[in-house]
């Protein structure tokens, strides 16, 4: 089956429309999952893109490949966003290679599953790195030259684990993505004037290979079959309807919504509280 709408072809190929033609993307950890679909929708509509990164060279490399494939423009780029100094490089990069980013995707994230017994001091503070230090370094050095362009879109991907859902030994993940959401109407406030809209989308439980850290494959499926049953529409979420709410905020036609996340969940129905 394929998904995503105007991006595949009847074959199940990229096609590529022009709805932001001559601007430039940036999507970090793009490699796989979320921000492979969101890279790969960008390009579908016209956009140039930058890649990100860590560890996954083929993965980012055969993404870029099957953008060139179907006529749009893309590059693979190689940076811990967690360090400021590769964060810095990596928006440079993407300046040199495709032109200064009007589009940013802050997307890669860990994942650590613990309770309170279990915490880990270490993988906590891996985790935040990633999740809230990466964000706030890309963003600082991205947003440089949208100000000077007087333009730009920020999305941030958040997670409904930030509402407070009820799924056990995400609490500390929650925490990184509970920041993200305030990260993002704080920047959007700074950054507002300069005609630069910042939003962040918060994922339901979507079908990736993170969602399989912390859990045996039996637990997988129980946990897909609980997720299921738990969202109004009777499915869990592809990476597609993740890619399809980035699209919606990062078109120049959303100019005027900022600060706001945008919750892409299929309607779930376990959350601790919607306070």
């Known amino acids: 089956m394929a998904f995503g709408g105007s991006f595949w072809g009847k074959y199940g190929m990229l096609v590529l429309n ?6 430039a993307a940036l999507v970090t950890g793009a490699a796989r999952g979320l921000g492979r679909a969101i890279a790969r929708r960008l390009a579908a509509d016209g956009a140039v893109v930058a890649v990100n990164y860590v560890v996954r060279a083929d993965a980012a490399d055969s993404l870029v490949d099957e953008i060139r494939d179907a006529g749009g423009r893309a590059v693979a780029l190689r940076a811990d966003i967690g360090d400021p100094a590769q964060a810095e490089a990596l928006v440079d990069a993407t300046t040199r290679e495709l032109g200064p980013p009007s589009i940013l995707v802050n997307n890669a994230g860990v994942a650590y599953r613990a309770t309170l017994d279990t915490f880990e001091a270490v993988e906590m503070e891996q985790m935040r790195r990633t999740n809230v230090d990466g964000l706030i370094h890309v963003t600082k050095f991205a947003a440089r ?50 005609g630069i809209t910042v939003n962040a989308v918060a994922p339901g439980f979507i079908l990736t290979d993170l969602v399989k850290v912390g859990r045996t494959p039996e637990e997988y499926i129980a946990t897909v079959e609980r997720m299921q049953n738990a969202a109004m529409v009777g499915r869990t979420g592809v990476p597609e309807d993740i890619a399809n709410a980035v699209a919606f905020l990062a078109a120049r036609e959303s100019g005027f919504v900022t600060a706001q996340i945008l919750t892409v969940d299929g309607g779930r129905m376990d959350y601790i509280t919607h306070g």
């Open 145 to 194: 030259g949208m100000k000077a362009a007087g333009y730009g879109r920020i999305v941030n991907l958040g997670s409904i684990a930030g509402h407070g859902t009820a799924l056990p030994g995400n609490a500390f993940y929650a925490a990184t993505k509970a920041a993200v959401g305030v990260l993002t109407k704080r920047f959007a406030m700074e950054l507002g004037p300069f």
């Open 18 to 23: 022009m709805k932001l033609a001559g601007q």
